[in-house]
Nanobody, 121 residues
Framework: QVQLVESGGGLVQPGGSLRLSCAAS????????MGWYRQAPGNQRELVAT???????NYADSVKGRFTISRDNAKNAAYLQMNSLKPEDTAVYYC???????????????WGQGTQVTVSS
């Protein structure tokens, strides 16, 4: 069984910073890509940033230049450094991982439980 556990959310003032962490555990052969998504009340879940196993990154236009995604393959972990936070960044942030269980298996998407980020003065 695979678990993704996020941490690092909280309340921060506009202009502040937070760092989210996501750790995957279980019988994992490899993780092809990891990503962060977010969902604000009344909105659909949207992509924030993704990173492949060879560190190619992709960002939503709304966070480019402010957020940085990184990963530690040895720890099956991903991180999201969020700077210059704005009230519109307020949402539940979810970690996603595309996981293989053997070198011949397809990849399966897994999600974390989410961590709340609130940007408010």
């Amino acid at each position: 069984q695979v678990q993704l556990v996020e941490s690092g959310g909280g309340l921060v003032q506009p202009g502040g910073s937070l760092r989210l962490s996501c750790a995957a555990s279980g019988s994992i052969f490899s993780i092809n890509a990891m990503g962060w998504y977010r969902q604000a009340p009344g909105n659909q879940r949207e992509l924030v940033a993704t990173i492949t196993s060879d560190d190619n990154t992709n960002y939503a236009d709304s966070v480019k230049g402010r957020f940085t995604i990184s990963r530690d393959n040895a720890k099956n972990a991903a991180y999201l450094q969020m700077n210059s936070l704005k009230p519109e960044d307020t949402a539940v942030y979810y970690c996603n991982a595309l996981i293989q269980f053997s070198n011949r298996s397809p990849t399966y998407p897994y999600w974390g439980q989410g961590t709340q980020v609130t940007v408010s003065s």
